[in-house]
């Protein structure tokens, strides 16, 4: 329960677990530690926890954590403080592992690839596919709680309603994340968890393609393709 106590150590004073198959034992030490619990059973599929716990929640500035992750509170303030002095979306700045690892991993690929397309390279790979990430109460009232399902597309519906969205602070969640059986390859093929990272940047990229043209607002440079036309024509 050490996810609690630094949370609660941070400043949050409405704590929501949402139990996504725990064991019994986890849901009452939980309880037992003065969390709002919201008990499911069976898994709910990843995120569903999020968009469940944002749906139930009450705070200006939410915080979200992962249950297998013990982030201290040190790490988690930079982000509640980012909320609370204006900041609508605070994610974390994962910017210095895009040095650390070579080749650069697809799914980093996937994440510049998509914050260049919506037109904030700046935010370079640091999208809410990663916690710790706080979010204002305003974004909540603006876009539907079922687009927090796939993070990266809630980022973006947040990017296109105005909301100032920031890298504030880096934590370390790479290199200390628990190994599940879904990070593991199997026959050789990408693992589970990669490929629905993957789709999710996929199905926000069709988003703003769908919202721009075929090459996502993009410039062609000036390109005459008339003359091709005519020319083929003769």
Not at 56 to 80: M, Q, T, Y
Not at 183 to 211: C, F, M
């Amino acid at each position: 329960m050490g996810v609690i106590e630094e949370v609660r150590k941070a400043g949050v004073e409405e704590i929501i677990v949402i139990g996504n198959g725990a064991d019994r034992e986890t849901i009452k030490k939980a309880r037992s530690m003065g969390a709002i619990v919201l008990d499911f059973p069976y898994s709910l599929g990843h995120n569903v926890p999020r968009a469940i716990g944002a749906m139930h929640s009450n705070g200006e500035v939410c915080l979200f954590v992962d249950g297998d992750i013990v982030i201290k509170a040190e790490e988690l303030r930079p982000f509640l403080e980012a909320g609370a002095k204006g900041v609508h979306v605070a994610v974390n700045d994962l910017d210095s592992f895009l040095d650390r690892f070579h080749p650069i991993h697809c799914i980093s690929v996937a994440k510049q690839a998509l914050m260049l397309a919506a037109k904030r390279q700046e935010l370079s790979i640091n999208t809410m596919t990663a916690i710790p990430h706080a979010i204002r109460r305003e974004v909540f009232e603006k876009i539907s709680y079922e687009t927090f399902i796939v993070p990266p597309l809630a980022q973006v519906l947040a990017i296109e309603h105005g909301f100032i969205v920031k890298a504030v602070h880096e934590v370390d969640v790479i290199t200390t994340n628990r190994i599940r059986k879904d990070h593991k390859k199997v026959n050789n093929n990408l693992p589970s968890s990669t490929e629905r990272i993957l789709g999710d940047h996929a199905e926000v990229l069709h988003h703003l393609i769908q919202k721009t043209d075929k090459r996502g607002g993009f410039t062609d440079g000036g390109r005459n393709q008339e003359v091709l036309e005519r020319l083929d024509n003769t």
